[in-house]
């Protein structure tokens, strides 16, 4: 998902509601697991103990380890946030002092919290609180919820939203803007594609924007480098729109939410994650959504752990500012690595590809940048100490940040970057990483969906994250072969090749461009099948549940450098875990794709709880 669609929705009013119990623990909660640490530690006797569960606590087993720590047990206990013990009932509950809590979780399964390692989390609030084209049937009812939409609006505001995907309609064409005018009563509109990498406008927004002239049928600037408008044979505006530079043209002129509805836009988005079993997640939202971040976690109202990137773009001086303005060991809330955008998306045709789509054979993506920009960029940057996380979905896409990361890797390691990983958890994982690099860079490429013959061995080589997102898969595969050919639909969405060729996956959703839950991630990673089981794509590149959970937790913990004290529930890890409504390493993939969170917990404090009705522990 582009950041263009993270500052241009309107906001409205939300309400959330939670269960006493879910209430009584925020309230125990505080502005960070560091304060709570300090309140906490005047007793070593545990704050809350689970027994009698299916425990899958993430830990391996060690061949002549005289006392391995299992990889399933059945209590645990927490203690000013971490875990303090695990093992049967009788060795946790050994453990209770007089103001203890214990739940019996009636055999309940349960297991490490899930890291979502790529969302947008304000952007998806922001389409909870606007016009959500999530699911919409056709463009005839895309227009119609418009149309209800507008009369809803006070004059001069605009129709801001998104979540339309053409490609699921009968009849697929992109709208256009006399449509879209004909239905929003002279508001200026803009509504981003599922993706968020292409929007429609109409008329008004155009000159608003300066892009056209009142009747749009004159345009005035041309397409700026890495974006595009649409133009029909006339060479008019269809109000199409590509890609941020582009969509930043009219976002400049549409006025910005207040920090209060930031606030409550990304507060529906953790409830959101919550529910789902999400306990962390690395996201991208705007600097001013960032700073709604901070604020509900000053008022200890954050009760979910976010890695926030930033815009790699932005100047070096800013970027050190930024980071420098958080605590980088604050493990609630901190920045991480800087983001960047190599092309657009599949879905749009706006990846940027070797060869031209298969079916669009005049067309091959729009790139974001010059080979030799990018390099230097990322040389830059690296050099400064920062991560870097390239967007690339096409396979010259992919090449250009495999390049950018290979000339970054060449000024050296900071002395300030992490100390190398340990070795990923043999009882989760069956595919072993290689051996860690002397440097430490930890680079990223998000989504890596399609890539070259030698990417896989580059990858490796480089000691490259490749952060990806299965769900996507099911979205897309009614059309991806379509797009790409079978050459490179044998090296789309590869997760058994990269694993093949010793690279982490870190798993998340792009959230809100599919549900945040894991579990439709964690069905396609497995079957690489529809949501109905007819239909495949590539099937030999399914992974096994064990890899998936692990690329679900201790690979997006490993991602974002923190898989030393999350993504596990051993002895000091935090105490992030939920609780499922049955055992999906005992499920079938049916089965797994509709389980249900009984409960969530952050910190040792739960922070979802299913509603009354559903059965829970």
Do not use: C
């Not at 960047?340 to 669009?360: I, N, Q, V």
Request: no cysteine; aromatic share 6%.
């Amino acid at each position: 998902m582009t950041a263009s669609l993270l500052t241009a929705i309107a906001l409205g009013s939300a309400a959330r509601a939670q269960s006493s119990e879910v209430a009584a623990g925020a309230e125990q909660s505080r502005s960070s697991d560091a304060h709570r640490t300090r309140s906490s530690t005047r007793t070593a006797a545990p704050e809350i103990i689970f027994f009698d569960g299916k425990i899958l606590t993430g830990a391996h087993l060690q061949p002549g380890d005289p006392d391995p720590t299992p990889a399933r047990v059945s209590g645990v206990a927490f203690r000013a946030g971490k875990v303090v013990g695990v093992g049967s009932d009788a060795k946790v509950l050994a453990l209770k002092g007089e103001h203890t809590r214990t739940i019996d979780l009636h055999g309940a399964f349960a297991m490490p919290g899930f890291d979502d390692a790529h969302t947008h989390i304000a952007a998806a609030g922001q389409q909870r609180l606007s016009l959500n084209l999530h699911n919409v049937p056709s463009l005839p009812a895309m227009l119609v919820r418009v149309r209800r939409y507008a009369a809803t609006l006070q004059p001069g505001e605009w129709i801001l939203g998104g979540g339309w995907d053409q490609t699921t309609w009968r009849v697929s064409a992109l709208p256009d803007r006399q449509q879209l005018d004909a239905v929003s009563a002279g508001h200026p509109a803009l509504l981003y594609r599922i993706d968020g990498h292409i929007a429609i406008a109409n008329t008004v927004a155009l000159h608003a924007a300066g892009i056209t002239g009142p009747t749009g049928n004159t345009l005035l600037v041309p397409d700026p480098p890495g974006g595009k408008i649409d133009r029909d044979i006339q060479g008019h505006a269809t109000g199409i729109i590509r890609e941020g530079p582009a969509l930043a043209l009219i976002e400049k002129v549409i006025p910005p939410p207040s920090l209060a509805t930031r606030r409550r836009a990304i507060e529906l988005s953790i409830q959101d994650a919550l529910s789902h079993g999400v306990t962390s997640l690395q996201d991208f939202s705007t600097w001013d959504d960032w700073l709604a971040m901070e604020e509900l976690e000053d008022q200890g109202k954050l009760h979910l752990r976010i890695a926030e990137w930033i815009d790699f773009n932005l100047p070096l001086a800013v970027l050190d500012e930024r980071r420098a303005s958080h605590p980088a060991d604050d493990p609630l809330l901190h920045l991480t690595m800087l983001k960047a955008f190599m092309d657009g998306s599949l879905g749009s045709r706006t990846a940027a590809m070797e060869a031209p789509y298969t079916d669009d054979p005049n067309n091959f993506g729009i790139p974001r940048y010059r080979q030799q920009r990018l390099n230097l960029m990322a040389a830059e940057r690296s050099a400064d100490g920062f991560q870097m996380g390239f967007h690339a979905i096409g396979d010259l896409a992919n090449d250009m940040a495999l390049n950018a990361i290979a000339a970054a890797e060449q000024v050296g390691r900071p002395a300030s970057s992490p100390a190398p990983p340990s070795q990923p958890d043999a009882a989760i994982v069956t595919t072993v990483p290689p051996a860690v690099q002397p440097r430490d860079f930890r680079f990223r490429i998000e989504h890596a969906q399609v890539v070259s013959p030698g990417a896989f061995e580059r990858f490796a080589q480089l000691g490259v994250i490749a952060s990806m997102q299965p769900a996507h898969l099911i979205a897309d595969m009614p059309w991806a072969a379509a797009r790409l050919g079978p050459d490179r639909s044998r090296r789309a969405y590869a997760w058994r090749s990269f694993l093949d060729h010793g690279v982490m996956l870190a798993f998340g959703t792009d959230y809100p461009v599919v549900s945040i839950s894991p579990f439709p991630g964690l069905y396609a990673a497995v079957t690489r099948e529809n949501l109905q089981g007819t239909e495949s794509f590539e099937p030999q590149q399914k992974i096994t549940l064990n890899q998936a959970i692990f690329a679900y937790t201790q690979g997006s913990a490993f991602a974002e450098f923190r898989e030393k004290i999350k993504g596990r529930l051993e002895p000091g890890y935090l105490a992030d875990m939920v609780v499922l409504d049955r055992d999906i390493t005992a499920s079938t993939p049916r089965q797994i794709l509709t389980t249900r969170v009984l409960r969530t917990v952050v910190g040792g404090q739960t922070v979802y709880l299913a509603p009354t009705g559903h059965a829970r522990p």
